[in-house]
Nanobody, 127 residues
Framework: QLQLVESGGGLVQPGGSLRLSCAAS????????IGWFRQAPGKEREGVSC????????YYVDSVKGRFTISRDNAKKTIYLQMDNLQVEDTAVYYC????????????????????WGQGTQVTVSS
């Protein structure tokens, strides 16, 4: 059974850091890109980042460039999102998602490119 399980969320002060993890199982992780999305209250789910199957290609939404880093350890079947210098506007539920292909492209924010989603992990940035 294919599963994506996020962890690592929590409450952090502005300027703080968190590292999210996405544990993948039930499919051949090395064959697929993985995306991170987030959904704030009252807003649509938005694409944050994408990493290609071998980790060579990475995309970030402009609002997180220079602050977030996506990575993956295919041997551990885990994808990470390192989030530094967190801001209040980063508050959201964060989801990882399995892409339908191995590649990330500049349309990585299109949810239709993904076919399986995790349950999400809450990130709250507040003083």
């Amino acid at each position: 059974q294919l599963q994506l399980v996020e962890s690592g969320g929590g409450l952090v002060q502005p300027g703080g850091s968190l590292r999210l993890s996405c544990a993948a199982s039930g499919f051949t992780l090395t064959a697929y890109a993985i995306g991170w999305f987030r959904q704030a209250p009252g807003k649509e789910r938005e694409g944050v980042s994408c990493i290609s199957n071998a980790g060579i290609i990475r995309y970030y939404v402009d609002s997180v460039k220079g602050r977030f880093t996506i990575s993956r350890d295919n041997a551990k079947k885990t994808i990470y999102l390192q989030m530094d210098n967190l801001q209040v506007e980063d508050t959201a539920v964060y989801y990882c998602a399995k892409a339908r292909t191995a590649a990330c492209t500049n349309s990585y924010r299109d949810r239709a490119r993904y076919d399986y989603w995790g349950q999400g992990t809450q990130v709250t940035v507040s003083s």
